[in-house]
C-alpha cells in the first residue's frame, strides 16, 4: 500500500447519487404538470438552446421531440430498485444517496399514502440489507401540487407543510438512517424557478427570489431541529451547490471584486447562515466559472455534453475553502459529467480523486463522494437527452441497463483505495 492509499479511510463513503423525480417514473407533482405543459414548446425551442453545444447533431433528433420533455416512466427505478442495488454493489460502492418523494407520501394535503410510506421503509432495508449506507436526501425541488398551488416556499406560512413532512421521515426513516440532506441545492433552485424564470414556478423577480431563498433557510434550520430532536446523533447537512469561482485575471482589481461578491453570494452566504445547523458540510460540484467584470469568461475547452466547462481538480480549493469556513466533514454529495460517450469521466473521477487526496493531505476532513449519478436520469428542463449515468440506461429497449466501461474502472479503482 502506498502513501496515497492511506489517505482514505475504511469507512470514507464511496457513493453515487440519484433524486427521486429524476429516475423513478410514474411520479405526479408541480414539475410532472409543467413538462406536460411545456414539452412541445420545449421540443420547438431545442435547437435555439441547445444547438450551439458540441453534440447537437447527435441529440437534434431527440430533444427535438416532446417526449424527450417528460419524465414519464423515468428510468423505472421505482420498481427496479434491487436490481440497481446489485449494480451498485457491482461497482464497489458503499453508499447511496436517494431522495423521497413527498407527493408521493402525501398526495393530498395532511393524507398519508400508507404503501408509500411503505416502499421507501422497503426501499431503506433493502440497502442496509445489503451493506449500502443509505443517505437519504428530503427535498430535490419536486414539490406536491397542493403545496406548489399556495405558494410553495415563497410563502412563510407554508413551511408547516413542510415541517410536517419532515416529522413524517423522523418518525417512519431516521431509526434506520446515519445520514440525512434536508434540501438539495437551495442556489440553483431559486436561480432557475425564481430569477431566469427557466423552471417552475417560472417567475422572474428578485423579490420573490430572495424571500424564497430565506424561507429555504429557515426550512432548513426547522428541520435540523425537528431530526436532531428525533434522533440526536443522526447527522444532518444540505447539499448546495459550490462553484470553483476564479477570476479571469487575478491582478484586475473589478475581476477579483466581481470574483468576491460571487464567491459570497453563491457559494457561502446561505452556509454561513447555518453553521449551528449543520453536522456536515455537503455541496454537490460540477464547474469553474471564470470572471472578467461581471462577466462569465469561461475556457472553451473541454466541455462536456451540456456545454459546461469542466475542471475537475477545481473541487480542490472549495475543499479547503469550506473546511478553513466551517472544520466540519465535508461529504461531496454530487459530482459528474454529461459525456453520451464515455470519453471524459474516467478523467474526471481520476482528478477529483487527486483533489480529495490533496485536500486530506492538508487535514481536510472529507468523508464521502457521490458520483452523479449511478443512472442515466431525467435532467429537468433539458429531458432526457443529458447522460450523467455511470450506467446507461436503454429506456427505447425495456430500460436495460449497461454499467459504462468509465464506472468498471472507478469500481476497480475504489477496491485499491480501501
Ligand atoms: C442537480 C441534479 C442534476 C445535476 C446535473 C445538480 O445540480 O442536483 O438534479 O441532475 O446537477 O445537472
Do not use: C
Not at 453515487?16 to 423525480?21: D, I, L, P, R, V
Not at 440489507?129 to 443517505?135: A, L, R
Not at 479547503?320 to 459529467?337: C, D, M, N, Q, Y
Amino acid at each position: 500500500m502506498d502513501k496515497q492509499q492511506k489517505l482514505f479511510p475504511k469507512d470514507f463513503m464511496w457513493g453515487a447519487s440519484t433524486a427521486s423525480h429524476q429516475v423513478e417514473g410514474g411520479n405526479i407533482n408541480q414539475w410532472s404538470e409543467w413538462e406536460l405543459a411545456h414539452a412541445s414548446e420545449l421540443a420547438k425551442k431545442a435547437e435555439k438552446r441547445f444547438g450551439h453545444l458540441q453534440v447537437w447533431s447527435e441529440i437534434k433528433n431527440e430533444a427535438s421531440k416532446p417526449e424527450n420533455y417528460v419524465s414519464g416512466e423515468g428510468v423505472d427505478h421505482y420498481n427496479r430498485y434491487h436490481e440497481d442495488f446489485d449494480l451498485v454493489k457491482q461497482l464497489n460502492l458503499n453508499s447511496f444517496r436517494f431522495g423521497i418523494e413527498w407527493a408521493r407520501l402525501e398526495p393530498e394535503e395532511g393524507k398519508w399514502d400508507e404503501k408509500e410510506v411503505e416502499h421507501y421503509r422497503n426501499y431503506i432495508a433493502e440497502l442496509r440489507k445489503k451493506g449500502i449506507e443509505p443517505i437519504l436526501n428530503i427535498w430535490h425541488w419536486t414539490l406536491p401540487t397542493w403545496f406548489a398551488n399556495k405558494g410553495g416556499f415563497k410563502k412563510r406560512s407554508n413551511l408547516v407543510f413542510f415541517e410536517r413532512f419532515v416529522k413524517k421521515i423522523a418518525d417512519e426513516y431516521t431509526h434506520d438512517l446515519k445520514f440525512i440532506i434536508t434540501l438539495n441545492e437551495p442556489n440553483v433552485y431559486v436561480s432557475f424557478g425564481y430569477l431566469t424564470g427557466e423552471w417552475p414556478p417560472q417567475e422572474k423577480n428578485p423579490l420573490s427570489a430572495l424571500k424564497t431563498y430565506y424561507n429555504l433557510l429557515v426550512a432548513h434550520k426547522r428541520a435540523y431541529k425537528i431530526l436532531k430532536r428525533k434522533k440526536p446523533d443522526l447527522q444532518v447537512g444540505i447539499a448546495t451547490q459550490l462553484a470553483n469561482i476564479q477570476a479571469k485575471r487575478p491582478h484586475d482589481l473589478i475581476d477579483e471584486a466581481a470574483t468576491k461578491i460571487m464567491r459570497y453570494g453563491w457559494n457561502w452566504w446561505f452556509l454561513k447562515r447555518l453553521r449551528r445547523y449543520q453536522d456536515f458540510i455537503g455541496f454537490n460540484y460540477y464547474f469553474s466559472d471564470y470572471y472578467k467584470w461581471f462577466k462569465r469568461v469561461n475556457p472553451t475547452v473541454p466541455l462536456n455534453d451540456k456545454g459546461w466547462y469542466m475542471e475537475p481538480e477545481g473541487l480542490y480549493p472549495l475543499l479547503l475553502r469550506a473546511w478553513a469556513h466551517f472544520k466540519k466533514p465535508i461529504i461531496v454529495t454530487e459530482s459528474g459529467v454529461a459525456d453520451s460517450h464515455d470519453q471524459y469521466r474516467q478523467w474526471w473521477i481520476q482528478e477529483q480523486i487527486i483533489a480529495m487526496e490533496r485536500a486530506m493531505s492538508e487535514g481536510v476532513d472529507v468523508i464521502g463522494y457521490f458520483y452523479w449519478s449511478l443512472l442515466d436520469n431525467f435532467e429537468w428542463s433539458e429531458g432526457w437527452w443529458p447522460k450523467f449515468g455511470l450506467i446507461e440506461v436503454d429506456r427505447e429497449h425495456d430500460m436495460k441497463r449497461t454499467v459504462r466501461p468509465s464506472a468498471k474502472w472507478f469500481a476497480k479503482k475504489i477496491k485499491e483505495l480501501q
